[in-house]
Nanobody
Framework: QAQLVESGGRLVQAGDSLRLSCAVV????????MGWFRQAPGKEREFVAA????????WYRDSDLGRFTISRDGANNTVYLEMTSLKPEDTAVYYC???????????????????WGQGTQVTVSS
């Protein structure tokens, strides 16, 4: 089982940019799809972005296209989420997750991920 450690969350102003990091420790990082989810107070957890097992494909929510970018650094076992033009509605705890690495994988469903980080708080002030 892998340990995922997110970092980078903080208080920013609307329109700012922020980069979140997710360090993967333990189980191999390679060949595992990775995702970012978020959960705002009083709301359900929602999918934000995912990157494929080999790092060639990425997926985002339609509403975030062009604002968020997910990437992975295999050498450092780290996944990143670059966020630009942040809005107050982006305020949430952001979680990194890793899927099993084999079989089918629905990247939008949290249930399809095996390992999760503890989350990092992003607060966007207006």
């Amino acid at each position: 089982q892998a340990q995922l450690v997110e970092s980078g969350g903080r208080l920013v102003q609307a329109g700012d940019s922020l980069r979140l990091s997710c360090a993967v420790v333990g189980r191999t990082f390679s060949n595992r799809g990775m995702g970012w989810f978020r959960q705002a107070p009083g709301k359900e957890r929602e999918f934000v972005a995912a990157i494929g097992r080999l790092g060639f494909r990425t997926w985002y929510r339609d509403s975030d296209l062009g604002r968020f970018t997910i990437s992975r650094d295999g050498a450092n076992n780290t996944v990143y989420l670059e966020m630009t033009s942040l809005k107050p509605e982006d305020t949430a705890v952001y979680y990194c997750a890793a899927e099993q690495g084999y079989g089918s994988w629905n990247y939008q469903r949290g249930e399809e991920y095996a390992d999760w980080g503890q989350g990092t708080q992003v607060t966007v002030s207006s």
